[in-house]
T-cell receptor
Framework: QQQVKQSPQSLIVQKGGISIINCAYE??????FPWYQQFPGKGPALLIA?????SEKKEGRFTISFNKSAKQFSLHIMDSQPGDSATYFC?????????FGTGTRLQVFP | DAGVIQSPRHEVTEMGQEVTLRCKPI?????LFWYRQTMMRGLELLIY????????DSGMPEDRFSAKMPNASFSTLKIQPSEPRDSAVYFC????????????FGQGTRLTVV
């Protein structure tokens, strides 16, 4: 069933460093690619999202890079902070269905 | 709005027992999703509804799992009989269909089958 592949499974970054998480999808019918952030004991919450007609979207320290021809997209967290420590999920969606990757556990050490 | 509400937050049950998880979506949202989260498989989509109608249940692992949405404000996920491998966190999420809008998640139900 897994149509969205995510890597790495876990990531350890020093405070101030760049965190990079990668995802690849198969179904070209997907037209919306959100990233969700999940803290322990909570449900995932939308962090940032992109549509395939745009190659990059930036919101503060968070940037999505999108490569339509390669069917890949990635999340970059600049100046990573300990408060960014969480599990990150990429997802792919069409108008109704929403499929998630397997998640990346990010730990940012001071 | 209080957001997506799930109950119970925690459920411990014995193998073979029936388990029912409940979800109240955000008012006005017409898509509802049930996900199962495990360390190994991440967030798996089990089933989703559009306007109370099940659209895709291909993620439901076995016939032991069933889901209903009798009206726009309530959905259930039932496991009968439950097995230890069903232990996971189950999330319900809702969104507006057709606009690629944000999906809002509940707090989840942590199910432990012993």
């Amino acid at each position: 069933q897994q149509q969205v592949k995510q890597s790495p499974q876990s990531l350890i970054v020093q405070k101030g460093g760049i965190s990079i998480i990668n995802c690849a999808y198969e179904n070209t019918a997907f037209d919306y690619f959100p990233w969700y952030q999940q803290f322990p004991g909570k449900g995932p919450a939308l962090l940032i999202a992109i549509r395939p007609d745009v190659s990059e979207k930036k919101e503060g320290r968070f940037t999505i890079s999108f490569n339509k021809s390669a069917k890949q997209f990635s999340l970059h967290i600049m100046d990573s902070q300990p408060g960014d420590s969480a599990t990150y999920f990429c997802a792919a969606s069409r108008s109704d269905k929403l499929i998630f990757g397997t998640g990346t556990r990010l730990q940012v050490f001071p | 709005d209080a957001g997506v509400i799930q109950s119970p937050r925690h459920e411990v049950t014995e193998m073979g027992q029936e388990v029912t998880l409940r979800c109240k979506p955000i008012s006005g949202h017409n898509s509802l999703f049930w996900y199962r989260q495990t360390m190994m498989r991440g967030l798996e989509l089990l089933i989703y509804f559009n306007n109370n109608v099940p659209i895709d249940d291909s993620g439901m692992p076995e016939d032991r799992f069933s889901a209903k949405m009798p009206n726009a404000s309530f959905s259930t996920l039932k496991i009968q009989p439950s097995e230890p491998r069903d232990s996971a966190v189950y999330f319900c999420a809702s969104r507006m269909t057709g606009m690629n809008t944000e999906a809002f998640f509940g707090q989840g139900t942590r199910l432990t089958v012993v």
